[in-house]
C-alpha cells in the first residue's frame, strides 16, 4: 500500500500565507504526495515551489459555495490551469440542484470539462447538504458531463467524508468516474478504510499524520 500515492495534500484555509503554501509544497515533495491543493491565488507560487518535481497542483474552482456564475467559474478554472494546474477540483451548484435546474448543473460541468480539455476535473457534489436522492443525482449529472471525478466534500461545509457517502457515490458511478473522499480524514485508519471501498484520492491536511504506522 503506497498512501502517499493516494494523497492531495491540501491548504484551503483563508488565512493560509505564503509561507504556509511554501511548506505545503516541499512537505508534498519529501512525502511523494500527488497533488497538494490550493486556492486559485497560490497557483503560481505553488508551480514554482514544485518545478522538477512529480507533484500536481490541484485548483479549487467556485469554493467553497459552488453559488456563482457558469461564466466566472469557467474564467477561473481557465486562469488556474494557464497558471500551471493540472487539475481543477470545482464545487457543484448546489442551489441549482435543490431547485431542479438539472440541465444546468450538467450543462455548467460539461462546459467547465471542456473548457480545461485534458486536465483532471473533479465535482464536488457537498454531500452535507444532499438527500440520499440529491446524491444520487449529483453523481450521475457530473458523470453524465464527463467529469473525472466525484468528490464528497469542501471540508468548509457542515461535514465531511463519511464511508456510506463513498459507498453510495461508488455504487452510483462505477467505474465510469473515480472517487475523491475529502472533509475531515485525519488517520491512517479512516484513509485505509476509503481506499477499501474504492476511491482514488484523498483530500487531507492531515496527509503526513497518515502516513504514521500508529
Same mark, same amino acid.
Given at each position: 500500500?503506497?498512501?502517499?500515492?493516494?494523497?492531495?495534500?491540501?491548504?484551503?484555509?483563508?488565512?493560509?500565507?505564503?509561507?504556509?503554501?511554501?511548506?505545503?509544497?516541499?512537505?508534498?515533495?519529501?512525502?511523494?504526495?500527488?497533488?497538494?491543493?490550493?486556492?486559485?491565488?497560490?497557483?503560481?507560487?505553488?508551480?514554482?515551489?514544485?518545478?522538477?518535481?512529480?507533484?500536481?497542483?490541484?485548483?479549487?474552482?467556485?469554493?467553497?459555495?459552488?453559488?456563482?456564475?457558469?461564466?466566472?467559474?469557467?474564467?477561473?478554472?481557465?486562469?488556474?490551469?494557464?497558471?500551471?494546474?493540472?487539475?481543477?477540483?470545482?464545487?457543484?451548484?448546489?442551489?441549482?440542484?435543490?431547485?431542479?435546474?438539472?440541465?444546468?448543473?450538467?450543462?455548467?460541468?460539461?462546459?467547465?470539462?471542456?473548457?480545461?480539455?485534458?486536465?483532471?476535473?473533479?465535482?464536488?457534489?457537498?454531500?452535507?447538504?444532499?438527500?440520499?436522492?440529491?446524491?444520487?443525482?449529483?453523481?450521475?449529472?457530473?458523470?453524465?458531463?464527463?467529469?473525472?471525478?466525484?468528490?464528497?466534500?469542501?471540508?468548509?461545509?457542515?461535514?465531511?467524508?463519511?464511508?456510506?457517502?463513498?459507498?453510495?457515490? /461508488?455504487? *452510483?458511478?462505477?467505474?465510469?468516474?473515480?472517487?475523491?473522499? %475529502?472533509? !475531515? +480524514? #485525519?488517520?491512517?485508519? &479512516?484513509?485505509? /478504510?476509503? *481506499?477499501?471501498?474504492?476511491?482514488?484520492?484523498?483530500?487531507? %491536511?492531515? !496527509? +503526513? #499524520?497518515?502516513?504514521? &504506522?500508529?
Amino acid at each position: 500500500m503506497h498512501l502517499h500515492t493516494y494523497i492531495d495534500h491540501t491548504l484551503l484555509k483563508p488565512t493560509a500565507t505564503q509561507r504556509e503554501i511554501k511548506k505545503l509544497c516541499k512537505e508534498a515533495v519529501q512525502h511523494k504526495f500527488y497533488a497538494v491543493c490550493v486556492n486559485g491565488s497560490f497557483v503560481q507560487l505553488a508551480q514554482a515551489e514544485l518545478k522538477g518535481s512529480t507533484v500536481k497542483i490541484a485548483a479549487v474552482v467556485g469554493f467553497p459555495l459552488g453559488a456563482m456564475t457558469t461564466r466566472t467559474k469557467l474564467f477561473e478554472a481557465n486562469e488556474c490551469v494557464r497558471n500551471g494546474a493540472d487539475e481543477i477540483d470545482m464545487v457543484m451548484n448546489i442551489g441549482w440542484l435543490k431547485s431542479g435546474k438539472y440541465e444546468w448543473v450538467q450543462k455548467e460541468i460539461t462546459e467547465i470539462k471542456k473548457s480545461i480539455g485534458e486536465k483532471i476535473l473533479k465535482v464536488i457534489i457537498e454531500t452535507c447538504f444532499l438527500t440520499k436522492e440529491e446524491k444520487i443525482l449529483a453523481c450521475e449529472l457530473a458523470v453524465n458531463a464527463k467529469a473525472d471525478f466525484v468528490k464528497t466534500s469542501t471540508g468548509f461545509g457542515t461535514g465531511g467524508a463519511t464511508l456510506g457517502d463513498v459507498k453510495l457515490m /461508488k455504487d *452510483i458511478v462505477g467505474n465510469r468516474a473515480l472517487i475523491k473522499a %475529502s472533509g !475531515g +480524514i #485525519k488517520d491512517r485508519t &479512516t484513509a485505509l /478504510k476509503y *481506499i477499501a471501498l474504492g476511491v482514488s484520492r484523498l483530500g487531507t %491536511s492531515s !496527509g +503526513i #499524520k497518515l502516513l504514521s &504506522t500508529e
